[in-house]
Nanobody
Framework: QVQLVESGGGLVQAGGSLRLSCATS????????MGWFRQAPGKEREFVSA????????DYADSVKGRFTISRDNAKNTVYLQMNSLKPEDTAVYYC?????????????????????WGQGTQVTVSS
């Protein structure tokens, strides 16, 4: 089992920044890739970003490219999501997820179905 705990959410004005953290514990070595997803009220959960523990592959949703940066600290078993130039449409609950297996295509890597461990989520609210 792998446990994921997100932190760092909060309320910020448009144009501001937040850094989310996802601390992992348990059989972290059994995971291949970490991802961030988000879900706004009344909307489906959507992919935000993902990174392999090796750091060899990073993926971003088009809506966050150039504004968000994903990174990992293997020594701390922690993944981060630096969010800059935040917009009101970024408001959502952000979830950290872990995938046990690699995926060869972007569509597979960004699918929530490819992730088998999930955190409880952290709220991000961006005011206009």
């Amino acid at each position: 089992q792998v446990q994921l705990v997100e932190s760092g959410g909060g309320l910020v004005q448009a144009g501001g920044s937040l850094r989310l953290s996802c601390a992992t514990s348990g059989r972290t070595s059994s995971t291949h890739r970490m991802g961030w997803f988000r879900q706004a009220p009344g909307k489906e959960r959507e992919f935000v970003s993902a990174i392999t523990w090796s750091g060899s592959r990073l993926d971003y949703a088009d809506s966050v490219k150039g504004r968000f940066t994903i990174s990992r600290d293997n020594a701390k078993n922690t993944v981060y999501l630096q969010m800059n130039s935040l917009k009101p449409e970024d408001t959502a609950v952000y979830y950290c997820a872990a995938a046990s297996y690699g995926s060869s295509t972007f569509s597979l890597r960004t699918s929530a179905n490819a992730y088998n461990y999930w955190g409880q989520g952290t709220q991000v609210t961006v005011s206009s």
